[in-house]
């Protein structure tokens, strides 16, 4: 029976999972209490969780340094850095003012009653701590402490230097080329461990949260839920179809393995190697640009977790508290949720760091930030979704301005992702021209 079960299709394994789960931790919870799931399933999802996680940092500063090494000259990559950047905004924007207008449709915090506080110690961010986080004094130290926005930005001008230095550079990319490649192979190792991450994790979740301690904040989940899923049917597919020029019906078809996953595991780095997949395998973005956006965007593009949940909080505590907040603190509130996502990291709980940011430039109380710890893991499934889909989104509208986007592979039935990855930058997607009947072609970046 479990050699059956190997078989069956990536996606069919992980969705088996989930049910699975959901219904092991169903059962578990009643018998055994909720701190059963917390002793006994949590730490099997934390292992494969921190397995992903340990990979990430040398995974996303070699695919930089080679994706930027490797381009011809550095105006092309300030030109695809600046829309890339632009894009970012522009949707998060589109995601902030969808929260603002679901919370304010809502209400989700008028009629709460008393919440229990957990007590917490809200880290303080400031712009200053943001802008140190671009340049690490120690990189060794950055990639220690998981500081990815410093690695990203010292991955991004080695691989520029690379380019200014010539032949010697060249040289020098190709190893970088070889010690991407052997991340990749570890990744995907690890990747291929996600039915069983996935299990224990759903059935975590289930088992630790029941329906009848989250009934105070259920108006806050559902407007979180509601206001994800109208910027993943509703935002994105109108992005998608005015300015990708692509369905969105088959963006979705070809993402999903990374959305399904997000969702899941709640960690947008985690479900890098993932989205870097479908990216370029199945949606048909150039592998030297999608190198380089995709990391960029589990670092710095926090869609569900940096714009909508900050939002929607910002709103519920307002409401709770009794304040009336008036138009200058709602255009703060977007302009804090908007650009403080650079602050924020791709790992599970970094909307706690956005939405202190976010409070305190609205003049709002952080003490309340207490309210939502206890139900932070069941909306931040709905945030990471949101996240990650949102960094596959940006890759497909700049590509297709730039030339970049292989329709024959994005119209292509999908390919399967339980093979192993091209082992280099330069491979084809998978070969996934030749299944559709074409062979592709590499656009130029120059």
Do not use: H
Not at 86 to 100: C, K, M, P, Q, R
Not at 225 to 237: C, E, F, K
Not at 242 to 269: E, I
């Amino acid at each position: 029976m479990n050699l059956r079960v190997w078989k069956l299709p990536f996606w069919q394994q992980a969705v088996l999972a989930l049910v699975l789960g959901a219904g092991v931790g169903a059962v578990i919870r009643p018998v055994f209490g909720d701190e059963a799931a917390t002793d006994w399933l949590k730490p099997i999802g934390d292992v494969y969780v921190s397995l992903l996680k340990l990979v990430v940092v040398p995974l996303v500063f070699t695919a930089i340094v080679v994706s930027v090494g490797r381009l011809r000259n550095v105006g092309n990559v300030a030109r695809l850095t600046l829309k890339t950047l632009g894009w970012f905004v522009i949707t998060s924007a589109i995601a902030v003012a969808i929260g603002l207008a679901t919370a304010l449709i809502l209400k989700p915090g008028t009629g709460v009653g008393k919440l229990a506080v957990e007590t917490t110690e809200p880290e303080t961010v400031t712009w200053v701590q943001v802008l140190k986080n671009l340049a690490p004094s120690n990189i060794v130290k950055a990639m220690a402490e998981g500081n990815v926005l410093g690695v990203v930005v010292f991955a991004a001008i080695l691989g520029a230097a690379l380019v200014a230095v010539g032949e010697r550079g060249a040289r020098l990319t190709a190893l970088f080329e070889d010690f991407y490649a052997v991340m990749g192979k570890i990744v995907w190792w690890v990747v291929r461990l996600t039915p069983i991450g996935s299990f224990f994790l759903m059935a975590w979740v289930v088992g630790t949260y029941g329906p009848e301690s989250l009934a105070p904040l259920a108006k806050f989940i559902v407007a979180i839920y509601i206001a994800g899923a109208l910027m993943l049917l509703v935002g994105y597919p109108v992005l998608l179809r005015v300015f990708g020029r692509v369905s969105p019906v088959k963006f979705f078809r070809n993402s999903w393995p990374a959305m399904q996953f997000a969702f899941v595991s709640a960690s947008s780095l985690g479900t890098l190697p993932i989205t870097q997949r479908v990216t370029v395998e199945r949606n048909g973005v150039d592998r030297s640009y999608a190198s380089f956006a995709v990391p960029l965007g589990a670092t710095i593009k926090f869609d569900g977790c940096g714009a909508i949940y900050p939002a929607v909080a910002a709103v519920f505590i307002a409401q709770y508290q009794g304040i009336e907040l008036g138009l200058g603190q709602y255009l703060l509130i977007a302009l804090a949720a908007v650009i403080g996502q650079l602050g924020t990291g791709g790992t599970p709980g970094p909307a706690i760091v956005a939405l202190t940011l976010t409070l305190t430039t609205a003049g709002l109380p952080l003490e309340a930030i207490g309210y939502l710890i206890a139900i932070d893991r069941v909306i931040d499934m709905m945030r990471t979704m949101v996240n990650v889909t949102g960094q596959a989104v940006v890759p497909v509208l700049v590509a297709r301005s730039d030339g970049l986007l292989d329709d024959a592979i994005f119209n292509a039935p999908p390919k399967a992702l339980d093979e192993a990855p091209a082992d280099t930058l330069d491979t084809p997607a998978g070969d996934a021209g030749q299944e559709s009947g074409t062979k592709r072609k590499e656009p130029a970046l120059a």
